[in-house]
């Protein structure tokens, strides 16, 4: 039985633990030209410092209008590419790895974040929102129609998740992982509830399938052999004629052919469903496609380590995810790992703070 605290190696790195940090938005880029800040490397580093194997980057743009809300942090220039540089490094400094999520939002950007007592929806253009872009001209609903993009534009946002994967690994980031979830550009393209093109990225699956592919592709073309690529998933749109899990398990293998070492295995987002979340409801979706032969990590309403060790224990998922839990318990991988008398992982300049 594989233990949560057991290392992890995909291709050249080796994870020091199965318990990790997801991507999670923070909208704190406040000068709104995607540079991460003192407040991302603070983040961050508390996490990869509290023990957690992998810490993953928020959704991190690879275009401007790829970013959900003008305060998302993008990795589409030369002084982005720095600081996330320098994350990195903190990371390596603290014996942890560091993923970088790439992301576009599609028809989903250019949104306020929503914060209480702050504006939410879309953010016009005078107040330095943009034109969103999709599959289709349709909707999300509350937010404005977006441009149905060309296939010259398809093929700008296949350079550019490429290009932001090279700028990944001359920051020296340990993980790229794509975001094909939660009802982002990419998603888009895969569900026939957002996708009504009829030229070939859509219709039948194979064509919806396509841009997700050549992502997949152009991405480990310029992502160094030796470092893991991951793609996350929504595993079901939970709605019916949408995108759904059998649809996700051939993706997943069309996936791991291109060289995608890991899904990250989601739910929804595409339209607002009726979902029931419950403690480990995607847990499910990770197993059948870890059954694929793929390697999985499983996340959503994951809080009690008890529970994340059962899941990995019982080869449901190869690793587990804590999003809110690690925004409420930066070092709850110590915490496990002193519970066992091995302090291992504790920064020395933390050493007195704990037995052992
Ligand atoms: C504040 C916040 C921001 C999030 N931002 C992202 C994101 O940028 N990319 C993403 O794939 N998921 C994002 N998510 C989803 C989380 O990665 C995670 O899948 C979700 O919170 C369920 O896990 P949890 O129950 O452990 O929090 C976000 C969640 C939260 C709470």
Redesign the pocket.
Known sequence: MTDLLAPFTLRGRTFRNRLWV?????YSVEARDGVPTDFHLAHYGARVAGGYGLV????TAVVPEGR?TPY?AGLWSDAQGAAWARIAALAHRLGGAFGV?L?HAGRKASTWPGWPGQPSGAVAVEEGGWRTVAPSATAFPGLPAPHALTIEEIGAVVRAFASAARRAAEADVDVV?V?A??G?LLHQFLSPLSNQRTDRYGGSLENRLRLPLEVAEAVRAGWPDDRPLFV?LSATDWLPGGWDLDQSCVLARELAARGVDLI?V?SGGLLPAPID?VPGY?VPFARRLRAEGVPTAA?????DPAHAAAIVAAGDADAV???????RNPSLPLHLAAERGDVTWVPPQYRRAWPG
């Open positions: 997801p991507a999670m938005c923070l993953v980057s928020e959704a959900i998302d999520q992301a992982e975001h979830a939660h982002y996350r990250d989601s979340p995607q996340v959503g309403l994951i809080t995810l804590m999003g809110r839990e690690a925004l």
